[in-house]
């Protein structure tokens, strides 16, 4: 079974609005991490990898941008994915899922694989690649919860978002070193849940509390350092960001929607007066 | 006259009409309140925008694959300016592969409509329309303003739920709403076969224990470890008629169970106060809880999100806080 996880690389440090008001300034020191969702996308295909090794399971991970993104894809492979594949890209800020989803699912319509080794085909591939696409349901960042959907719509293959279950067990249809069809459990609001079986290809966005991510291994990082990244730059003209069709005129802080009184001074001059407003209102006695 | 329509889509579960329809219904008001000022500006009255809010019936909302096939052909039909859905779990499964089927520009968890005079931001860089689209982004401590450089595509926004309302003043739009049923047809469409919609399951997190609690004190993942939730317990014990709640980073890592999950996909509650410790205030968890009667935050981070839905807002260390509020307390 054919796996890829589409990750996204976020910043963990102190977010500001930049001198402009345009968009935002990250702290000065730049800490990286792979965006929560998609953390456990991966954790999520690294336990398939585990359970259906009979069925030569790989799982590639590829992201889309800048430099520094590599270092995630890294850590990627550090916890058990055995591919990585890098779209870099020169983009600062805003960037529309549209366009995202546009360059992953040109980049994925080129693969071709054979057994664990992936390569670029000249032209677009017929068939997808991979059974089993997982990504996050949104990025922390932007929160857009676009490219999953738009990934599969391109590869014409069914999406289902938000999967807080993919049962292993249940009359698992597997011919040909494959899976033919698998059962997921997707959230709505209000603790409804919702069974679905879906033929594979499928994609599917996971929404967080499916599992506990892992820390990467010492022998999965020793064979990631050993493993090279795929690099590949952003040729297609139609997937520059000067195509994006959305234009981020400015950045600000929401408005209030109440009064949100800052209360002074020190700790304990803002203990005592919060007791004694609660206390005024009767909600502490 | 040229028409232009702004299509709102009716959203059901289990066939009763989701309340979040009545916000979009309040969102196109607000779009074409836009265009009708535009007009008014520029004289150009050969350009009427009107809302049509559609009702499918007859097909399973949940069935997304199933739903997208039916609303493609509809919407070439109608060739709509702008297409409205809920940001909620149907509008995220069906809504962004729809966008790109039809072609068309896709705006997410839109919080507010923004008319803005076209100099303004008329740059190199910037957009030529009118109008403008707030998206919460970084946690909801920031909203980007965005526009598209083209009007003449398409516009599909999914809408957050809280940012619009039904006023008074949009009594008077009414009798340019029109409803329209629509039952669904035979779609041919091969990715139907591929997936097949089961049961509805209904967890039970609509725990009492929250909804009855006069107080809530919630925790999120500025409270550092997961022992510290000891600190939170101590501080609810200061109150009568209190409970623990978490937001939903804290309970997908397992420091808290299910039941005590505040946010659109655990818990709605409106205490008579909630203490937020250490919560950024997501859109998600704010949902969840801002109809409390009386708010009071804890945050290190004075931009943090959740300030902007409280009353009182105390920037501290949420630890630190607790032991001196328990101390000063028993003084």
Known sequence: ?285 | MNNKTILVIAEYLDGKLNPITDELIACAIEIKKIFDLKAKDISEVNVLYEIKVIHFKGINSLESEKYKSFLFPIIREINPSFILMGHTSQGIDIASGLAVRIGCNCITNINKIIYSQPENIDGSEGSKSNILFSRSVFKGKFNTIVGVENLETIILLTIQSGSFYIKDCCKEYNNIISNEECYLSNVDDSIISLIEYGDIVYSCTTNSKLNEAKVIVACGRGIGDKENIEYIKKMAACFTGSAVAGSRPLIDMGWLPYEQQVGITGAIVSPELYLAVGISGSSQHIAGMKDSKFIVSVNKDPNAAIFNFSDISIVEDCLSFIEEFIYSKQA
């Not at chain 1, 929160?143 to 049962?167: D, R, W």
């Not at chain 1, 997921?184 to 609001?189: A, F, G, K, P, S």
């Not at chain 1, 820390?215 to 730059?233: C, D, F, H, V």
């Not at chain 1, 109440?258 to 209102?281: C, F, H, P, S, V």
């Open chain 1, 1 to 285: 079974m054919k796996i890829l996880v589409c990750i996204k690389q976020i910043s963990t440090s102190e977010i500001n609005l930049n001198g402009s008001g345009k968009w935002v300034t990250q702290g000065s020191s730049s800490s990286f991490a792979i965006s929560r969702f998609d953390e456990n996308a991966l954790e999520e295909a690294i336990l398939l990898k585990e359970r259906f090794g009979m069925l030569n399971t790989s799982v590639d991970v590829i992201s889309v941008g800048s430099q520094t993104a590599a270092e995630s894809i890294k850590r990627g492979m550090g916890m058990g994915a055995d591919n990585g594949i890098h779209v870099i890209t020169e983009d600062k800020g805003y960037v529309s899922g549209s366009l995202t989803a546009l360059r992953v699912a040109t980049m994925i319509k080129k693969i071709s694989k054979s057994g664990n080794t992936i390569k670029m085909e000249e032209s677009d591939y017929s068939l997808c690649p991979y059974d089993l696409i997982l990504t996050g349901i949104m990025s922390e960042d932007l929160m857009q919860a676009q490219v999953g959907p738009m990934v599969a719509e391109h590869l014409g293959i069914p999406c289902i978002t938000s999967v807080v279950k993919i049962n292993f067990d249940d009359n698992l249809n597997v011919s040909d070193n494959r899976i033919d069809k698998i059962e997921v459990q997707r959230e709505l609001e209000g603790g409804i849940r919702q069974n679905i079986k879906v033929k594979l290809p499928a994609l599917l966005t996971i929404q967080a509390g499916i599992n506990q991510p892992r820390y990467p291994s010492l022998s999965n990082i020793l064979r990631a350092n050993k493993k090279e990244i795929l690099t590949y730059n952003i040729v297609d003209a139609q997937s520059s960001s000067s195509f994006d069709p959305l234009k981020v005129i400015r950045v600000e802080y929401p408005e209030k929607k109440r009064a949100g009184k800052i209360l002074n001074g020190t700790t304990k001059d803002k203990a005592m007066e919060l007791k004694n407003i609660l206390k005024q209102r009767g909600l502490l006695i």
